[in-house]
Nanobody, 120 residues
Framework: QVQLVESGGGWVHPGGSLTLSCSSS????????IGWFRQYLGGEREGVACLSSSGRTTHYPDSVKGRFTLSRHNATTATLLMRNLQPEDTAVYYC??????????????WGHGTQVTVSS
């Protein structure tokens, strides 16, 4: 089963930046759609980015468009650069092999996630 590991979370001031990593182990990301979701404290989930299997196309919801950038770093790692972070970006972030735009069940792929906290 495809399992991805998230890292890079932390605490930042509003306006700050963080880069999250999504890494594979034992396989490359070639041919996989990569997506990032976040889950808020209340349990609501939101898709925030996805990268096509070719690595050439990205999608973002309006809530993060222009601030988040998802790209392939190397054969086994994709990075999510998050800029101008705001308190409403505070959540646990998860990386999965799928896109929020697709009507597929990704629940089997949720890992531990990485916490992002934005506060002053």
């Amino acid at each position: 089963q495809v399992q991805l590991v998230e890292s890079g979370g932390g605490w930042v001031h509003p306006g700050g930046s963080l880069t999250l990593s999504c890494s594979s182990s034992g396989f490359t990301l070639d041919g996989y759609v990569i997506g990032w979701f976040r889950q808020y404290l209340g349990g609501e989930r939101e898709g925030v980015a996805c990268l096509s299997s070719s690595g050439r196309t990205t999608h973002y919801p309006d809530s993060v468009k222009g601030r988040f950038t998802l790209s392939r770093h190397n054969a086994t790692t994709a990075t999510l650069l998050m800029r101008n972070l705001q308190p409403e970006d505070t959540a646990v972030y998860y990386c999965v092999p799928g896109c929020y735009r697709d009507p597929i069940d990704l629940s089997a792929y949720w890992g531990h996630g990485t916490q992002v906290t934005v506060s002053s």
